[in-house]
């Protein structure tokens, strides 16, 4: 017998049960996407012969409308009852941005109950790396205006409590976002709790400054699984150009990471992920370095 002819305790097959279903009977809420679109820049050199320091920059779109209009947001909006979660995210973003063809990674869904304030909103996330000089970025659709932030995630407080089972870790960060206009900031806390085998971690906006919703604990997190991924992964090669020197690489993976890395030490471990060229720089006031490419192979150097 096939599954649609067996019936249900009511005595209906499945078409009937699906021609008799009420979609009304449960609330629904309604379902958004969430872009993170890093990339790393240099900053304005003023001396030529000085290599450029390099910063972290995370792309915003200004609300031209309530709620927290004025305020400055990830790029997203609502999905259409026709389309994808992956679809709609391309959507948005292309929409409020003008930023398409762009590989995303989901990063989380996020779901608490009054995290917007016009209805019960879910909310998934994607995290991209792009090399934003390839990228036109315009505010389009409800955006009022879309740009470019430097941003930090730093640590500033940690408690640690053990418990009968284990232990809570409590931290609070400070997240800061800028550009030569704006200046928009947040205190998140992160409640680590340990019970044996089984940890949860909780996350609360404590205070926020030009950041709506609670965009601040998303950006914080995606930080975090940015600076886990770099470790283990090639996704800092997205922000790289065709050609690139071994420091240039070395800056990326350190303002990522946010912390200074040993140049032998981090030659060795990107050692696989890389081919040489016999091409150099040709920078004013800087000696030619030796160019490289990323190896797609890299993975299977090791096998």
């Not at 679109?37 to 920059?57: A, G, H, Q, S, W």
């Not at 996350?203 to 886990?228: C, M, P, Q, T």
């Not at 420091?247 to 303002?255: F, K, P, S």
Request: include cysteine; aromatic fraction near 10%.
């Amino acid at each position: 017998m096939s599954e649609s002819k067996i019936l249900n305790k009511q005595g209906l097959t499945e078409e009937q049960f699906l021609a008799a279903y009420d979609a009304s009977k449960f609330e629904r809420p309604s379902m958004s996407v969430d872009m993170l679109i890093f990339t790393v820049t240099d900053e304005k050199k003023e001396n030529y012969r000085k290599l450029p320091e390099k910063v972290l920059r995370l792309l915003m779109i200004k609300r031209a409308d309530h709620p927290y209009i004025g305020q400055w947001a990830l790029p997203g909006g609502f999905i259409q009852m026709d389309e994808s979660v992956e679809e709609g995210a391309l959507r948005e973003l292309k929409e409020e941005t003008n930023i398409d063809n762009i590989y995303m990674e989901q990063l989380y869904t996020w779901g608490d109950v009054d995290r917007d304030p016009r209805t019960r909103v879910i909310s998934v996330s994607y995290m991209a790396l792009v090399d934003s000089s390839n990228l036109d970025v315009r505010a389009n659709d409800d955006a009022d205006d879309a740009k470019w932030f430097t941003v930090s995630c730093n640590l500033y407080q940690e408690q640690k409590t053990l418990t009968e089972k284990g232990y809570i870790l409590q931290r609070l960060f400070n997240l800061r976002l800028s550009n030569e206009e704006d200046n928009i900031s947040a205190v998140i806390k992160t409640v680590k709790t340990v019970e044996g085998k089984i940890s949860r971690t909780e996350r609360e906006v404590v205070e926020s400054n030009g950041i709506a919703f609670d965009h601040a604990k998303i950006i914080e997190y995606a930080i975090e699984r940015l600076r886990n991924k770099i470790e283990y992964t090639d996704i800092a090669f997205n922000l790289m150009p065709e050609r690139f020197t071994l420091t240039e690489l070395q800056q990326v993976y350190e303002v990522i990471l946010d912390r200074e890395l040993l140049k032998a030490n981090f030659r060795r471990k990107i050692a696989d992920m890389v081919i040489e060229t016999n091409e150099y720089t040709k920078d004013a006031g800087h000696r030619p370095s030796k160019l490289f490419r990323f190896n797609p192979n890299w993975s299977d150097a090791s096998e």
